[in-house]
């Protein structure tokens, strides 16, 4: 969503839900700091090669969410 120019009516009110909407970029982020934490400490993952990979996997798509989600929020009140 692009916010207009910085002097137009409203732009304070988008940038700031923009800047919102980056910060929720921290629960997928949190989750995949989590599944990376389990991947690698939790003894049931650690011996197990499978569930440990689907582990990374998850952990990868949730950062992957979180960088998306991060990108999208910031760059238009930019």
Partial sequence: MFC???GSEGYATCATQSQLFALASAV???LGLALLVAAFT???VRGD???RTRALTYSLI???IAVGTYVMGGLPSL
């Fill in 62 to 64: 949730a950062w992957g």
């Fill in 4 to 6: 207009g120019d910085p």
């Fill in 42 to 44: 939790a003894p049931s």
């Fill in 49 to 51: 090669r499978l569930l």
């Fill in 28 to 30: 997928p982020a949190l």
